[in-house]
């Protein structure tokens, strides 16, 4: 009997580390809610609200200059926004990406990627959290459970959260269906 305590302790721990791991990272929204507004600065210089854009899917991605799987994602995100936007949808009037950037240094690194990656929707905004510190130190960090970048919700035309973390074929599909083409 004792031989079996050991396997049976490490299969534990194995398991307690991969649930405690799936807990942190999770965001505060899974699906369903609405999703809380806020208001950012472009990095053009003009306010806008979240909330502006309802009537419309909007993909809400927090991402940050230095996070390199945030980078190589850039490119997938152009193509999802040059693709479906400015298009009608069944349910829509259209189509936007929000784009949050979580950034350390207040250096102009998330502004100099969005030129670099070809960010070219309007919609980009920053906070900044202390060096040392976490993303979720931030507003938008805390109020959306920001562990783990990249991070995205897809918002319904009215505001609700319909996916978090979708991959790029998952968005497509999804989009693709809601067109009034389709």
Excluded at 11 to 37: Q, T, W
Excluded at 51 to 72: A, H, I, M, P
Excluded at 144 to 157: A, K, V
Aim: contains cysteine; aromatic residues 14%; glycine residues 10%.
């Amino acid at each position: 009997m004792k031989q079996w305590i050991f396997p049976i302790i490490v299969v534990l721990l194995i398991a307690g580390y991969f649930i405690g791991r799936h807990l942190y990272f999770k965001p505060n929204y899974g699906g369903g809610e609405v999703a809380p507004n806020f208001s950012g600065v472009s990095h053009d210089g003009f306010t806008f609200e979240l909330n502006d854009l309802k009537g419309q899917y909007v993909l809400l991605d927090f991402w940050g200059s230095w996070c390199g799987d945030c980078r190589k994602a850039h490119p997938g995100l152009v193509d999802l926004y040059d693709t479906f936007n400015g298009k009608e949808f069944k349910d829509a009037s259209g189509f936007e990406v929000v784009s949050v950037a979580l950034e350390v240094r207040e250096n102009g690194a998330w502004q100099r990627a969005i030129q670099k990656d070809r960010l070219h929707w309007k919609y980009h905004t920053v906070e900044y959290f202390p060096k040392g510190g976490k993303m979720d130190d931030t507003v938008l960090g805390k109020e959306y459970g920001i562990t783990w970048l990249p991070t995205s919700f897809l918002l319904s035309p009215s505001g609700e959260i319909i996916g978090v973390r979708m991959s790029k074929d998952e968005l497509k599909k999804f989009l693709t269906e809601k067109l009034k083409d389709s």
